[in-house]
Nanobody, 123 residues
Framework: VQLQASGGGLVQAGGSLRLSCGASGGTFADYVMGWFRQAPGKEREFVAAINWSGSKISYADSVKGRFTISRDNAKNTMYLQMNSLTPEDTAVYFC?????????????????WGEGTLVTVSS
């Protein structure tokens, strides 16, 4: 499956952005989906993940209560609604796909990755 993240941009602290991850070349509903991010000079880290139907979701502690992950299997698209953004959220955001929820908070467990989209939050 091929993935493409979009929706990044420049936003002021306290603002919101919605990222999208479009999938093609596979059956989207067969895949568990995740969002990861990588800030300058830092390792890529887990942000959120969602299972095939959307019935199970996981968030990193740093984004709980501010970010919402969702998916629309009919549109082959996953979303990340980001509210109350802070400069610490500045990073390149990547979407990823895998067939299992096993270890779904671990970057290396994901088989497919999209190109990232840059989110910059100004203070």
């Amino acid at each position: 499956v091929q993935l493409q993240a979009s929706g990044g941009g420049l936003v002021q602290a306290g603002g919101s952005l919605r990222l999208s991850c479009g999938a093609s070349g596979g059956t989207f509903a067969d895949y568990v989906m995740g969002w990861f991010r990588q800030a300058p000079g830092k390792e890529r880290e887990f942000v959120a993940a969602i299972n095939w139907s959307g019935s199970k979701i996981s968030y990193a502690d740093s984004v709980k209560g501010r970010f919402t992950i969702s998916r629309d299997n009919a549109k082959n698209t996953m979303y990340l609604q980001m509210n109350s953004l802070t400069p610490e959220d500045t990073a390149v955001y990547f979407c990823a796909a895998d067939r299992t929820t096993l270890g779904w908070e671990i970057m290396n467990m994901y088989e497919f990755w999209g190109e990232g989209t840059l989110v910059t939050v100004s203070s």
